[in-house]
Every structure is written in structure tokens, then in C-alpha cells.
């Protein structure tokens, strides 16, 4: 099984809400990524955690909230977003992130409107 | 930090011709190089991937792709297109802390 799930598959939201994305991979990966791909650009790295350890943030705004709570889930959590956060957010897992050469496994994206 | 140029941002090709996309990429060290495809809407899915040995990689799908220290490139081939084969094409090259790069991604469109 290389299947990455992310839900919702869809999500509207307001810049007032909280909500969360949801990542699940069971392929026994310890390495668990967030990327934001705005409309016709290429993925945009968030957040790495490395078994269930934050290991990169790449300057993130506050708004967006990751969390790991075991090796199978990633959560990112959001709050107070704004318009310009519209986008798909991937989630990818690969067996160890200290190794550049494991294959990065991607799911389908949750595609995020906030008006 | 490591980036990725891919100068196509369209390109069509007729059903059944060859296929060439081009990435060069700058990195100070051995680079770690894939290529990911993406339909729309959708994920991304490995296509290949090189990271030392032979220059000429081969993948899924009937893609190749081969790198090439001197120039700084590694292109993507496939020698016969078929009209599945339309997506965005995606360069990346990877650094040992495992910070991925894109580049800014190659549509392919298959004329029938």
C-alpha cells in the first residue's frame, strides 16, 4: 500500500473559522510533509516532522498549526486564515527524512478556499 | 540553497511523437534529482528519480530521463506520447536535510 489520504477533499472556509486537514499514510513512513501549491506554481515545502518530531519549518505564519500525533497522522491545523492562503495543501510521507533518496509519496491534496 | 529552472512552461506535442521537457538545476554539491508528474487536481507521482551511477535513468511509464553533470541538466524523455501523458510535469531537486525544490513546472498538452 504507497496511498496517502488527505481529508477533506475540499474546504471553504471563513477568516474567522478554525478548522483542520487531515493527512493518514500506513506504509510504516516516519517522515511526514506539508507543501502549499498556490495555482499553476510548483509545491512550496511547509512543515517536515521526523518521527513525530518537528524538524523543518520553513517560516511559516503562526496561522497554520502542524501536529503529529502518531507516526500514521498529520494534522494541519488552521485558524485565522486569509484569502491569499487559498490554495491545495499536499501532504507527502517518505521512510526517513534524514534520507533524501526515499521516494516522497504524495496524496491527492485538500483544495482550501477562504473568503 | 539548491533551485530548479525548467524554461517550458507549455508544450504541445501530437499523440504518438517524441517528448523532451528540460531541467537544469544549481546546486554546489551532487544534486539529487526526480521528476514528478501531476494531473489536475490531483497529488504528485514519482516518475524517476537520480542520485548517483548511471547517468540515463529510466522510470515509470515509459519516461527516461538523463543527467548531465557538465551542462546541468536532466531532461526528461519519452519516445512515444499518449494522450494519458497530459499533465504538469514537475523538476525537483532534493538537499540532505531533504528540502525538496520545484520547479516552476512544464504543462503538457497531447494534440490527438
Known amino acids: 500500500d504507497t496511498e496517502v489520504t488527505q481529508t477533506p477533499k475540499h474546504l471553504v472556509m471563513g477568516m474567522t473559522n478554525k478548522k483542520s486537514l487531515k493527512c493518514e499514510q500506513h506504509?510504516?513512513?516516519?517522515?511526514m510533509y506539508w507543501y502549499k501549491q498556490k495555482a499553476k506554481k510548483p509545491p512550496e515545502l511547509m512543515f517536515v516532522y521526523s518521527y513525530e518530531k518537528l524538524s523543518i519549518n520553513e517560516s511559516v505564519p503562526s496561522r497554520f498549526s502542524p501536529e503529529c500525533p502518531n507516526s500514521s497522522l498529520l494534522n494541519l491545523h488552521l485558524h485565522a486564515l486569509q484569502p491569499e492562503d487559498s490554495a491545495l495543501y499536499l501532504c507527502?510521507?517518505?521512510?526517513?527524512?534524514?534520507?533524501?533518496?526515499?521516494?516522497?509519496?504524495f496524496g491527492p491534496g485538500t483544495r482550501l478556499t477562504v473568503l | 540553497a539548491q533551485s530548479v529552472t525548467q524554461p517550458d512552461i507549455h508544450i504541445t506535442v501530437s499523440e504518438g511523437a517524441s517528448l523532451e521537457l528540460r531541467c537544469n538545476y544549481s546546486y554546489g554539491a551532487t544534486p539529487y534529482l526526480f521528476w514528478y508528474v501531476q494531473s489536475p487536481g490531483q497529488g504528485l507521482q514519482l516518475l524517476l528519480k537520480?542520485?548517483?551511477?548511471?547517468?540515463l535513468v529510466q522510470g515509470i511509464k515509459g519516461f527516461e530521463a538523463e543527467f548531465k553533470r557538465s551542462q546541468s541538466s536532466f531532461n526528461l524523455r519519452k519516445p512515444s506520447v499518449h494522450w494519458s501523458d497530459a499533465a504538469e510535469y514537475f523538476c525537483?531537486?532534493?538537499?540532505?536535510?531533504?528540502?525538496?525544490?520545484f520547479g516552476a513546472g512544464t504543462r503538457l498538452t497531447v494534440k490527438p
Open positions: 537520480y542520485f548517483s551511477g548511471d547517468t
Open positions: 525537483a531537486v532534493g538537499a540532505l536535510d531533504n528540502d525538496m525544490r
Open positions: 506504509m510504516g513512513h516516519r517522515a
Open positions: 507527502a510521507s517518505s521512510q526517513d527524512s534524514l534520507a533524501v533518496t526515499d521516494t516522497q509519496y
